[in-house]
């Protein structure tokens, strides 16, 4: 998506930045990961494909992706070292054009447990909402994935809508209403949007 190219979002713990070229070797190399795999619902590919999937990310208008970088001190936009998941949402529904699919993810072992996920998906989803003008939220989740399950029921109001034993996984949805607007301005309020220019 174009909309957010040159726009990164500098959380608490975490910085939200554009999914470029430079991040795909790192990003590849999750994603041979058999647990990333199957919790993403991922099939593995070269890393020509990656860089084409990436360009899709860039220019296609029905879906959103930032990359998740470990915020430090000097809130470095640039530093792809700090690389540690991703989060995005798909505006897949072509019987509701304003629902967004959304998925995170957080690759790197040492930050899982610690937050970041539920951070992340506040800024993203007060993003879909706000600028992508999302009416409504869905999410799909491995049945046996019991913490994210658990984040975006108790945290964020969602409710399981579908089960399916042949994919093996949940359904959660949640209608975008002015109490979530709120809270989602709420939680974000400390946040900052900046101008993201990657270097030449």
Known sequence: MRAN??????????????????????????????????????????????????????????????????????SDLYN?????GDVNFYLNNTDNPHEAELEVMVAEEAYTGKGI??????LMMHYAVN???VDD????IKDSNAASIHIFESTFGFVE?????????????RKVSDELVHQLAEWTKSARRVEYRKPE
């Open 5 to 74: 190219e040159h726009l990164a979002i500098i959380g608490d713990k975490v910085i939200l930045v554009p999914y470029e070229a430079a991040h795909v070797p790192r990003y590849h190399e999750w994603m041979k990961s058999p647990y990333l795999q199957e919790m993403t619902a991922s099939e593995p590919l070269s890393i020509e494909e990656e860089y084409a999937m990436q360009k899709s990310w860039r220019t296609d208008s029905d879906k959103c992706t930032f990359i998740i970088l470990d915020r430090q001190a000097d």
């Open 80 to 84: 792809n070292e700090r690389m540690i």
């Open 117 to 122: 996920a539920t951070e992340v998906l506040k």
């Open 131 to 133: 600028d992508a003008k």
């Open 161 to 173: 809508t579908e089960r399916s034993k042949v994919f093996q996984e949940v359904t959660l949805r």
């Open 137 to 140: 939220l869905v999410v799909r």
